[in-house]
């Protein structure tokens, strides 16, 4: 009998995780590696949400949910909204997701049809042109050539090229960290709407921002879908429980969606999410660690002959330029995880263009792994 496989399926593979599987197959053997390849909170989930998944569990009545979400959680979320931000959100234009990743197939199920055409910065998110790919979308990868983030101006220059359905950026971005300025967000949100360009605003790495307030593309206008989750500054990426606020003309279309695809998040990290919002003490600390690492990474990284190709403003990520050392940064980051045993993420993943000159370093890890992850590179390169 054999065996059919779609196209689908011919996706580019996410290399991060292949990098995850072969340090962890190193670990394995007994060696130690430092992990700086996958954009993951050491810190385990706020003491407050753990306490409150115990609580469920002991319960033991852990079930579905309506597609959309607790209520409850909702309701969270619109306060986290009015009291962050000072933007007043629905709870009914809120979508709890199993994690940020569902909700990206659920934006895209719910806003194109086969075929459209949709802008992404380039570097970018991997899985933003993979899912799209498999889906049969049109993915256009807006080059920056340096600029920092995506701008109106490269908006309007790719419609005018080819018209777009639509639009996806980050801010803070990931892989280099960079922030859109709140003026330039603006510019943005505004020049996509005056196109007819649906916007996506993936706003994951908000709270991990280190020289400017947080700033929502929804503060813009209604007709943004924002994208949100509680993994990177909340430490709940195992939980795999995010959220998405829609314009209230998609609510429904995303609702039948994920009724078929994913019935509804798991129940148990939505009671648990809940607490997150409470745990800013704790969480603050983590940040602060955060900063540090960062400060020490943007000092040595170019000592060791890693310029940095974008402004580390936000997230836990150091997006460097390796050709002073390859031209090949796949390669590169093979030997360095098989040589110095640390692991970090090829520029492939992020830009299939410029990518091969370009690694990205996570800094989410503790101060005694960054320093010694760059003590191993100090040595290995000499």
Not at 133 to 148: K, M, N, Q, R
Not at 158 to 186: D, Q
Not at 316 to 339: I, K, P, Q, W
Request: with cysteine; proline share 5%; charged share 20%.
């Amino acid at each position: 009998m054999s065996v059919s496989s779609s196209r689908r399926g011919q996706v580019e593979p996410f290399h991060a995780m292949d990098v995850l599987a072969g340090a962890n197959r190193l670990i394995a053997q007994g060696i130690d590696v430092i992990s700086m390849a996958v954009g993951q909170p050491s810190d385990p989930a706020p003491a407050a949400v753990r306490r409150a998944a115990a609580e469920a569990l002991e319960r033991g009545r852990i079930g579905y949910t309506d597609a959309l979400g607790l209520m409850s959680l909702r309701e969270a979320i619109a306060r986290h909204y009015a009291e962050h931000y000072g933007v007043e959100v629905s709870p009914a234009r809120i979508a709890v997701t199993t994690g940020s990743s569902a909700a990206f197939n659920l934006a895209f199920l719910a806003m194109f049809d086969a075929g459209d055409r949709v802008a992404i910065a380039a570097p970018g998110y991997p899985a933003y042109r993979n899912i799209m790919a498999a889906l049969g979308i049109d993915v256009l990868e807006i080059e920056l050539d340096g600029a920092p983030y995506l701008d109106a101006g490269h908006l309007r220059a790719a419609h005018a090229r080819k018209p777009l359905k639509g639009v996806l950026f980050a801010s803070p971005a990931n892989p280099t960290g960079a922030v859109i300025p709140a003026r330039e967000l603006a510019e943005l949100v505004s020049a996509a709407r005056e196109l007819g360009i649906t916007v996506i605003s993936d706003e994951i790495y908000h709270r991990l921002a280190y020289g400017a307030p947080d700033t929502t593309a929804l503060a813009y206008g209604d007709e943004v879908t924002v994208i949100n989750s509680f993994s990177k500054y909340y430490c709940m990426t195992g939980w795999r429980i995010g959220w998405m606020v829609l314009p209230q003309e998609l609510v429904r279309p995303v609702e039948r969606i994920a009724q078929s695809l994913y019935i509804s998040a798991p129940e148990l990290s939505q009671i648990a999410a809940m607490e997150a919002f409470s745990a800013t003490v704790e969480l603050e600390a983590v940040k602060a660690r955060y900063a540090q690492n960062r400060e020490l990474l943007m000092q040595r990284l170019p000592e060791l002959g890693f310029p940095l190709g974008a402004p580390m403003d936000g997230a836990f990520y150091a997006f460097c330029d390796v050709s002073r050392h390859t031209n090949d940064s796949m390669e590169f980051a093979g030997r360095m995880l098989a040589e110095a045993h640390v692991a970090a993420t090829p520029g492939r993943d992020f830009d299939p263009v410029q990518g091969h000159r370009f690694i990205r370093f996570s800094y989410a890890g503790s101060n005694s792994d960054i320093a010694e992850a760059l003590a191993r590179l100090e040595r290995w390169l000499k």
